[in-house]
């Protein structure tokens, strides 16, 4: 007798649905007819393996349709899907817009791709990508790597193997990187680790992870074999969980690669010893070889939302399912169409598993709830406060509202979004018939008034009369108001708005003059100082203008009243900045800046803060001298005084005042301080300081090298004297070129002007507009000389004539070498006179020279100077040992380069010789040499100077001779200084900065020994000239350590206490609160017993510090253990079921308590055998005190749990109803689970064993668990 299947109708319509038309024989079960049921091969046909096949069978194959490939096209589409909690910006109202759009935007610019965005309607992201498929993969690794959180996992492969997976010029590692969309980072070839990190998404890093483990299996030594099998036997393999494989693995010591569903590869690699993989690849082809034998499919229809279901979180549901019944369900991927599900396993199993897919399926759905859109927030409440109640009760519904829609979409456990639906349509009820809302018109620009300085003014009416009120962004420019929520107060709030919104429009607006550099100190950093004036006149609006516009206009706008309150406190504030920034400049020689600022910069902050003013120092690369102090005027007058004594104390500068007539001051300072700048630059750089104007002071203070303060002084009182006779001014025009020409080497020329006409000549400076413009001052006939002088000057300058001289070709590269350096300083120190040599190769001797008559005699004579000191030039060998060849030369060459323009020689240095001791070993002869030249290699002198250790000098004799000096002078000098080893350490410092920090300070190299020669001497090297102060420097720094470390033993003084270790967390205190205060207080180390270590007595706290200030933290520990002694502790019953609300959120109930009856209370653990039990400890009065308060506090909330657990009772939801009878259902024949007698069919007509969709089962008998 053959036993039957029963499917209802409406199951069997679904299952078929899924297969293929062609391969389903009808066959129907008429109540009416006798006919025998179909068999279950007829009604349940096995699927094909490849859907490809199916094109296959319905067309005959041609024959030479085997060698034709598909031409694949150029453009092609992919689909990516982000689920919800991957995607990295969540914003549902900015859709289309904001950070999301931008990156797509860019996207798509860089690769090329064209990319369309949806949101599916669990809120997910899909990107369909259109191009070519190089930059479809491009911009999907963009996609993964800007919209898609990341995540990380390491892979450790053997470090050997990691070249493999970068592949050659890295190609291997970049194609793996696009093809999984992921970020692999591989350690440096010096990195000991073999940890590769892969950023990425969660499929990706499982595809990077399998491909680079393939990689390394194939590169491993051991043996590795591939084992093809079909993907859908994969999941037996592997077993549920991975337990199978692991086992195998574990057993055979074999590494086993099976790939991630996601991955489409067949073949499972096996990595390992070869008798051991023999083993396991037997095993594994066992279990394939059996599975495919005893295993059938069946394919069924499941909804493709319900799918995530079937999946469970992390795939957790189908492990399930593959663990309790043997059977492997395979779920087609997300971006297919297909609903299809195919269930593969023992044909006696595949009944159960059927029931379970459906279970898992039916266990969630999805509803809706009507709501309109403005009442949304209401539901949801302040900080999701309402839907938190729900959410709470049932905390697998997902609740989510869509903007603009008036809707509400639940999903989750059936029962649960029942209960769900039916209080929020509770509350939607209730909304719609206590809510209101109105809409008014009030013009935008009045909007940001109406809100107030951060929202005070909307914030007060919301709290005022329990209102919404939404107020459009400024970027809408729309004028319309929202108010939501009482009828009454939406009333009264509409009335306020509009009445202040009239009150507005009556303001008054004043405008405040304020210079704008003021404006940022008013705005104060990060806006404090304009946020208190804002708090003062809370009524008034400041606006700022836009720094970019440089205006001064600051707008006021308010009450008029308040407005000029306002404006008169602003104005007060803004005569006290003008008072605080008085600047005075005041020029110091540039090295001694580093003085003034001293030691870290200690100077210039004692100078500041003792005078109350800002000091700004020119920066280290710019030529200026001139130190700025902002600040009081009498407060910059004494900063000024404090620098200049530096700068006295430190350098021989003479200071001399001189008497001159205050009215003649502006005159002699000249336009922009012209004339009084070329003096100063004419005697050598010194300083003039002219009093302030209007102070009515005549002394002028004159500062700098003695002999340059007497030339300015002669200088300044002669031409005072000129003012005060007669003085005359005229300007004359010279083109800027003319300008050196006109002054002369040295300033010779203009000087024989000034010396002959008596007159003084002003040329313009760099920073001046006009650089044209030259200007005589002085007596008027000395004047009208000198400006005749220069003007005949600048006429012949004028008159262009052309000349040529003769200059032998050999000296033609010095002339343009360095891309005609020589010629350009010819052409701008001689009027731009052009020199033009003839082109190489030419072999002429001819140059030609073309300007103004006087600048081409004049250049001629200098290129001739030029030939004879070339022609003069010698070559001058200065032998310094390569290894001071760098600090020779200086940072970045500075000191050769200055040595150089000094002696105007040619410096040459040798090459660098890596291997100086090669050298010196005799060449040996090889085939073609001639043996005199390995003869004369091997006469050589040992004692002559190295190769490489010579420098040649080229110029003339007596210039080659000097700068050999500077140079032999610039050679280091070691000194050793003894310094006790112990210290050395010290003195490296952390990491090497306070080495680092003297050798930069004194300008020298500091060398401490290494550890292991255990050796007191350090050895500084430098100049001569810096050894001294590195040395004194160094000594002083010892003596600062050797102070340190005996205080260092004096804070090292030990004290044990012994304090009973019940006592020491009342020691300790909260979070450590009570010993910290103990520690700061007396400056002290205590240390109490280690609870594990058995060997240490648990009772001693040790103490470390100064042994005054030990004692006294051992006399503060002492009292809190003797006031601690004096307490008691006692036990109250207290019902458990009001443990949590005495507790109170986050403790912070219990605290109060604590605090002010000044008691310790504790609560039982969960799990304790008696979890009524609370102890309270503490002085006993207090305790007892605190023992009535919560016993009363237990009556009260006991009384609200009696009423609660009573009103639950009435709350249960209603027994669901007994599902109808199933229909007589579809009967077949020889199913699979006939052939085993010993196990009994499951009955298909039963609802429990095989539940329809929608169907209520009785929770007693589920094979997947209690309901919850």
Same mark, same amino acid.
Request: aromatic share 4%; glycine share 6%.
């Given at each position: 007798?053959?036993?039957?299947?029963?499917?209802?109708?409406?199951?069997?319509?679904?299952?078929?649905?899924?297969?293929?038309?062609?391969?389903?024989?009808?066959?129907?079960?008429?109540?009416?007819?006798?006919?025998?049921?179909?068999?279950?091969?007829?009604?349940?046909?096995?699927?094909?393996?490849?859907?490809?096949?199916?094109?296959?069978?319905?067309?005959?194959?041609?024959?030479?349709?085997?060698?034709?490939?598909?031409?694949?096209?150029?453009?092609?589409?992919?689909?990516?899907?982000?689920?919800?909690?991957?995607?990295?910006?969540?914003?549902?109202?900015?859709?289309?817009?904001?950070?999301?759009?931008?990156?797509?935007?860019?996207?798509?610019?860089?690769?090329?791709?064209?990319?369309?965005?949806?949101?599916?309607?669990?809120?997910?992201?899909?990107?369909?990508?259109?191009?070519?498929?190089?930059?479809?993969?491009?911009?999907?690794?963009?996609?993964?790597?800007?919209?898609?959180?990341?995540?990380?996992?390491?892979?450790?492969?053997?470090?050997?193997?990691?070249?493999?997976?970068?592949?050659?010029?890295?190609?291997?590692?970049?194609?793996?990187?696009?093809?999984?969309?992921?970020?692999?980072?591989?350690?440096?070839?010096?990195?000991?680790?073999?940890?590769?990190?892969?950023?990425?998404?969660?499929?990706?890093?499982?595809?990077?992870?399998?491909?680079?483990?393939?990689?390394?299996?194939?590169?491993?030594?051991?043996?590795?074999?591939?084992?093809?099998?079909?993907?859908?036997?994969?999941?037996?393999?592997?077993?549920?969980?991975?337990?199978?494989?692991?086992?195998?693995?574990?057993?055979?010591?074999?590494?086993?690669?099976?790939?991630?569903?996601?991955?489409?590869?067949?073949?499972?690699?096996?990595?390992?010893?070869?008798?051991?993989?023999?083993?396991?690849?037997?095993?594994?082809?066992?279990?394939?070889?059996?599975?495919?034998?005893?295993?059938?499919?069946?394919?069924?229809?499941?909804?493709?939302?319900?799918?995530?279901?079937?999946?469970?979180?992390?795939?957790?549901?189908?492990?399930?399912?593959?663990?309790?019944?043997?059977?492997?369900?395979?779920?087609?991927?997300?971006?297919?169409?297909?609903?299809?599900?195919?269930?593969?396993?023992?044909?006696?199993?595949?009944?159960?598993?059927?029931?379970?897919?459906?279970?898992?399926?039916?266990?969630?759905?999805?509803?809706?709830?009507?709501?309109?859109?403005?009442? %949304? $927030?209401? &539901?949801? @409440?302040? +900080? !999701?406060?309402?839907?938190?109640? *729900?959410?709470?009760?049932? #905390?697998? =519904?997902? /609740?989510?509202?869509?903007?603009?829609?008036?809707?509400?979409?639940?999903?989750?456990?059936?029962?649960?979004?029942?209960?769900?639906?039916?209080?929020?349509?509770?509350?939607?009820?209730?909304?719609?018939?206590?809510?209101?809302?109105?809409?008014?018109?009030?013009?935008?620009?009045?909007?940001?008034?109406?809100?107030?300085?951060?929202?005070?003014?909307?914030?007060?009416?919301?709290?005022?009369?329990?209102?919404?009120?939404?107020?459009?962004?400024?970027?809408?420019?729309?004028?319309?108001?929202?108010?939501?929520?009482?009828?009454?107060?939406?009333?009264?709030?509409?009335?306020?708005?509009?009445?202040?919104?009239?009150?507005?429009?009556?303001?008054?607006?004043?405008?405040?003059?304020?210079?704008?550099?003021? %404006? $940022?100190? &008013?705005? @104060?950093? +990060? !806006?404090?100082?304009?946020?208190? *004036?804002?708090?003062?006149? #809370?009524? =008034?609006? /400041?606006?700022?203008?836009?720094?970019?516009?440089?205006?001064?206009?600051?707008?006021?706008?308010?009450?008029?009243?308040?407005?000029?309150?306002?404006?008169?406190?602003?104005?007060?504030?803004?005569?006290?900045?003008?008072?605080?920034?008085?600047?005075?400049?005041?020029?110091?020689?540039?090295?001694?800046?580093?003085?003034?600022?001293?030691?870290?910069?200690?100077?210039?902050?004692?100078?500041?803060?003792?005078?109350?003013?800002?000091?700004?120092?020119?920066?280290?690369?710019?030529?200026?001298?001139?130190?700025?102090?902002?600040?009081?005027?009498?407060?910059?007058?004494?900063?000024?005084?404090?620098?200049?004594?530096?700068?006295?104390?430190?350098?021989?500068?003479?200071?001399?005042?001189?008497?001159?007539?205050?009215?003649?001051?502006?005159?002699?300072? !000249?336009?922009?301080?012209?004339? *009084?700048?070329?003096?100063?630059?004419?005697?050598?750089?010194?300083?003039?300081?002219?009093?302030?104007?209007?102070?009515?002071?005549?002394?002028?203070?004159?500062?700098?090298?003695?002999?340059?303060?007497?030339?300015?002084?002669?200088?300044?009182?002669?031409?005072?004297?000129?003012?005060?006779?007669?003085?005359?001014?005229?300007?004359?025009?010279?083109?800027?070129?003319?300008?050196?020409?006109?002054?002369?080497?040295?300033?010779?020329?203009?000087?024989?002007?000034?010396?002959?006409?008596?007159?003084?000549?002003?040329?313009?400076?760099?920073?001046?507009?006009?650089?044209?413009?030259?200007?005589?001052?002085?007596?008027?006939?000395?004047?009208?000389?000198?400006?005749?002088?220069?003007?005949?000057?600048?006429?012949?300058?004028?008159?262009?004539?052309?000349?040529?001289?003769?200059?032998?070709?050999?000296?033609?590269?010095?002339?343009?070498?360095?891309?005609?350096?020589?010629?350009?300083?010819?052409?701008?120190?001689?009027?731009?006179?052009?020199?033009?040599?003839?082109?190489?190769?030419?072999?002429?001797?001819?140059?030609?020279?073309?300007?103004?008559?006087?600048?081409?005699?004049?250049?001629?004579?200098?290129?001739?100077?030029?030939?004879?000191?070339?022609?003069?030039?010698?070559?001058?060998?200065?032998?310094?040992?390569?290894?001071?060849?760098?600090?020779?030369?200086?940072?970045?060459?500075?000191?050769?380069?200055?040595?150089?323009?000094?002696?105007?020689?040619?410096?040459?240095?040798?090459?660098?010789?890596?291997?100086?001791?090669?050298?010196?070993?005799?060449?040996?002869?090889?085939?073609?040499?001639?043996?005199?030249?390995?003869?004369?290699?091997?006469?050589?002198?040992?004692?002559?100077?190295?190769?490489?250790?010579?420098?040649?000098?080229?110029?003339?004799?007596?210039?080659?001779?000097?700068?050999?000096?500077?140079?032999?002078?610039?050679?280091?000098?070691?000194?050793?200084?003894?310094?006790?080893?112990?210290?050395?350490?010290?003195?490296?410092?952390?990491?090497?900065?306070?080495?680092?920090?003297?050798?930069?300070?004194?300008?020298?190299?500091?060398?401490?020994?290494?550890?292991?020669?255990?050796?007191?001497?350090?050895?500084?090297?430098?100049?001569?000239?810096?050894?001294?102060?590195?040395?004194?420097?160094?000594?002083?720094?010892?003596?600062?350590?050797?102070?340190?470390?005996?205080?260092?033993?004096?804070?090292?003084?030990?004290?044990?206490?012994?304090?009973?270790?019940?006592?020491?967390?009342?020691?300790?205190?909260?979070?450590?609160?009570?010993?910290?205060?103990?520690?700061?207080?007396?400056?002290?180390?205590?240390?109490?017993?280690?609870?594990?270590?058995?060997?240490?007595?648990?009772?001693?706290?040790?103490?470390?510090?100064?042994?005054?200030?030990?004692?006294?933290?051992?006399?503060?520990?002492?009292?809190?253990?003797?006031?601690?002694?004096?307490?008691?502790?006692?036990?109250?019953?207290?019902?458990?079921?009001?443990?949590?609300?005495?507790?109170?959120?986050?403790?912070?109930?219990?605290?109060?308590?604590?605090?002010?009856?000044?008691?310790?209370?504790?609560?039982?653990?969960?799990?304790?055998?008696?979890?009524?039990?609370?102890?309270?400890?503490?002085?006993?009065?207090?305790?007892?005190?605190?023992?009535?308060?919560?016993?009363?506090?237990?009556?009260?909330?006991?009384?609200?749990?009696?009423?609660?657990?009573?009103?639950?009772?009435?709350?249960?939801?209603?027994?669901?109803?007994?599902?109808?009878?199933?229909?007589?259902?579809?009967?077949?024949?020889?199913?699979?689970?006939?052939?085993?007698?010993?196990?009994?069919?499951?009955?298909?007509?039963?609802?429990?064993?095989?539940?329809?969709?929608?169907?209520?089962?009785?929770?007693?008998?589920?094979?997947?668990?209690?309901?919850?």
């Amino acid at each position: 007798m053959s036993s039957v299947a029963v499917l209802t109708q409406e199951s069997f319509a679904e299952h078929r649905s899924g297969l293929v038309p062609q391969q389903i024989k009808v066959a129907t079960l008429n109540s009416e007819e006798e006919s025998d049921p179909p068999t279950y091969k007829d009604a349940f046909p096995p699927l094909p393996e490849k859907a490809a096949c199916l094109e296959s069978t319905q067309e005959p194959a041609g024959a030479w349709s085997n060698k034709i490939r598909p031409i694949k096209a150029s453009v092609i589409t992919q689909v990516f899907h982000v689920p919800l909690e991957e995607r990295k910006y969540k914003d549902m109202n900015q859709f289309g817009e904001g950070e999301q759009a931008k990156i797509c935007l860019e996207i798509m610019q860089r690769t090329g791709a064209h990319l369309e965005l949806s949101l599916a309607k669990d809120q997910g992201l899909s990107i369909m990508v259109s191009g070519k498929l190089d930059a479809v993969m491009k911009a999907r690794k963009d996609i993964v790597a800007r919209l898609q959180t990341q995540a990380s996992a390491t892979v450790a492969i053997p470090k050997e193997h990691h070249r493999f997976v970068i592949g050659k010029n890295g190609e291997k590692l970049q194609d793996l990187e696009l093809k999984t969309a992921t970020k692999i980072q591989i350690p440096r070839p010096d990195d000991p680790s073999n940890q590769i990190k892969i950023t990425g998404t969660k499929e990706g890093i499982e595809k990077a992870r399998h491909e680079v483990l393939l990689i390394s299996a194939e590169q491993d030594k051991r043996a590795v074999e591939r084992l093809e099998v079909e993907k859908a036997f994969h999941p037996f393999i592997a077993g549920p969980y991975n337990r199978l494989v692991g086992e195998i693995m574990q057993e055979t010591g074999t590494r086993i690669n099976i790939p991630p569903p996601s991955v489409n590869r067949t073949e499972i690699v096996f990595t390992g010893e070869k008798e051991q993989l023999a083993q396991a690849v037997a095993r594994i082809k066992k279990i394939y070889e059996e599975k495919k034998k005893k295993t059938t499919t069946i394919a069924v229809e499941v909804k493709k939302s319900q799918h995530k279901y079937v999946i469970g979180p992390k795939g957790n549901s189908l492990q399930e399912i593959l663990e309790r019944t043997g059977v492997s369900v395979e779920i087609p991927p997300s971006d297919s169409i297909s609903e299809t599900v195919i269930l593969r396993g023992e044909p006696e199993k595949l009944g159960q598993a059927l029931t379970e897919v459906y279970a898992k399926a039916n266990s969630f759905t999805v509803s809706s709830v009507s709501a309109p859109s403005w009442l %949304h $927030r209401f &539901i949801i @409440g302040k +900080k !999701g406060q309402n839907l938190a109640k *729900i959410t709470q009760q049932m #905390p697998k =519904v997902h /609740i989510e509202f869509t903007e603009g829609e008036d809707k509400i979409t639940l999903e989750g456990p059936t029962e649960d979004v029942n209960v769900a639906q039916e209080q929020i349509e509770g509350m939607v009820k209730d909304l719609i018939n206590r809510m209101d809302y109105v809409e008014i018109n009030i013009d935008h620009k009045f909007h940001r008034h109406l809100i107030g300085k951060s929202g005070a003014n909307i914030n007060r009416i919301k709290d005022q009369y329990k209102v919404s009120v939404r107020i459009p962004p400024d970027s809408e420019k729309s004028n319309l108001i929202r108010i939501e929520g009482d009828p009454q107060g939406v009333q009264q709030a509409k009335r306020e708005l509009l009445e202040l919104a009239s009150r507005m429009e009556n303001e008054r607006t004043k405008d405040l003059i304020i210079e704008q550099r003021f %404006h $940022r100190t &008013i705005i @104060g950093q +990060k !806006g404090e100082r304009i946020r208190e *004036i804002r708090d003062k006149f #809370p009524e =008034v609006i /400041i606006n700022f203008p836009d720094p970019a516009q440089k205006s001064d206009i600051v707008q006021l706008r308010g009450p008029k009243n308040e407005v000029e309150k306002c404006t008169k406190y602003m104005q007060k504030m803004v005569a006290d900045l003008v008072e605080n920034s008085y600047s005075i400049s005041v020029p110091i020689f540039k090295q001694f800046h580093k003085n003034i600022i001293g030691k870290g910069g200690a100077n210039i902050k004692k100078i500041r803060e003792e005078s109350n003013t800002k000091i700004d120092l020119p920066a280290e690369n710019s030529n200026s001298e001139t130190i700025v102090i902002t600040g009081k005027r009498a407060n910059c007058e004494a900063a000024r005084s404090r620098i200049l004594s530096i700068q006295k104390d430190l350098a021989n500068i003479a200071e001399v005042e001189v008497s001159i007539p205050a009215k003649l001051h502006n005159s002699l300072i !000249g336009t922009k301080g012209r004339l *009084i700048r070329s003096i100063m630059e004419e005697c050598g750089g010194v300083h003039i300081h002219f009093p302030v104007e209007g102070s009515g002071s005549d002394t002028v203070v004159i500062r700098g090298p003695s002999s340059d303060v007497e030339k300015a002084k002669k200088q300044l009182l002669h031409l005072a004297e000129e003012k005060q006779t007669k003085s005359f001014t005229v300007d004359i025009r010279a083109k800027p070129e003319y300008h050196k020409f006109l002054i002369g080497k040295g300033g010779g020329k203009i000087r024989k002007v000034r010396d002959s006409t008596g007159a003084r000549i002003i040329f313009p400076a760099a920073e001046d507009k006009d650089q044209d413009l030259i200007t005589i001052i002085g007596k008027e006939d000395a004047v009208r000389e000198a400006q005749k002088e220069l003007e005949a000057l600048i006429q012949n300058l004028d008159n262009v004539v052309e000349d040529y001289m003769l200059v032998d070709p050999k000296h033609h590269r010095h002339f343009v070498i360095r891309r005609g350096q020589v010629l350009r300083e010819i052409a701008e120190e001689y009027g731009g006179v052009m020199v033009s040599f003839p082109r190489s190769g030419t072999q002429s001797d001819k140059v030609t020279l073309k300007g103004a008559k006087d600048c081409v005699e004049a250049a001629k004579k200098r290129i001739q100077e030029i030939i004879e000191d070339l022609e003069a030039q010698v070559t001058v060998e200065c032998a310094i040992p390569q290894k001071f060849h760098r600090s020779v030369m200086g940072p970045k060459g500075s000191r050769i380069q200055q040595i150089t323009r000094d002696y105007n020689v040619q410096i040459k240095f040798p090459d660098r010789e890596e291997n100086p001791v090669h050298s010196i070993e005799p060449s040996i002869q090889e085939n073609g040499d001639e043996a005199g030249e390995g003869k004369e290699a091997k006469e050589t002198d040992p004692g002559s100077p190295r190769r490489c250790d010579i420098i040649i000098i080229s110029g003339r004799k007596e210039k080659c001779e000097a700068a050999k000096e500077a140079l032999e002078a610039l050679v280091p000098v070691t000194i050793e200084v003894e310094v006790p080893f112990d210290l050395h350490r010290y003195i490296i410092g952390q990491k090497g900065s306070g080495i680092r920090k003297m050798m930069d300070e004194f300008e020298v190299n500091i060398h401490v020994p290494a550890p292991e020669l255990q050796s007191d001497i350090i050895a500084i090297t430098g100049l001569a000239a810096n050894l001294d102060r590195a040395k004194a420097g160094l000594l002083d720094r010892v003596k600062e350590l050797q102070a340190e470390q005996e205080d260092r033993a004096l804070r090292s003084f030990k004290l044990s206490v012994t304090v009973d270790p019940k006592y020491h967390p009342k020691i300790i205190g909260r979070k450590g609160a009570v010993i910290t205060q103990i520690r700061l207080e007396h400056d002290v180390n205590i240390q109490f017993p280690d609870k594990d270590d058995g060997n240490q007595p648990q009772d001693q706290i040790t103490i470390t510090g100064y042994e005054k200030n030990t004692e006294a933290a051992r006399d503060a520990i002492l009292k809190i253990v003797g006031e601690l002694e004096q307490m008691v502790s006692e036990d109250v019953p207290l019902d458990h079921r009001v443990h949590a609300r005495i507790i109170g959120a986050r403790g912070k109930a219990i605290r109060k308590i604590m605090d002010e009856f000044k008691v310790d209370i504790r609560f039982p653990q969960s799990g304790a055998p008696d979890p009524n039990c609370v102890t309270v400890t503490g002085l006993p009065e207090n305790v007892e005190e605190a023992i009535d308060h919560i016993l009363n506090l237990e009556e009260e909330y006991l009384a609200d749990v009696v009423d609660s657990e009573a009103l639950q009772v009435y709350m249960k939801p209603p027994a669901h109803e007994e599902s109808k009878a199933p229909s007589k259902g579809f009967v077949v024949r020889d199913a699979p689970w006939t052939s085993s007698s010993s196990e009994k069919a499951p009955d298909m007509s039963s609802s429990e064993e095989f539940p329809s969709f929608g169907a209520q089962v009785a929770p007693k008998t589920l094979p997947w668990g209690p309901k919850r």
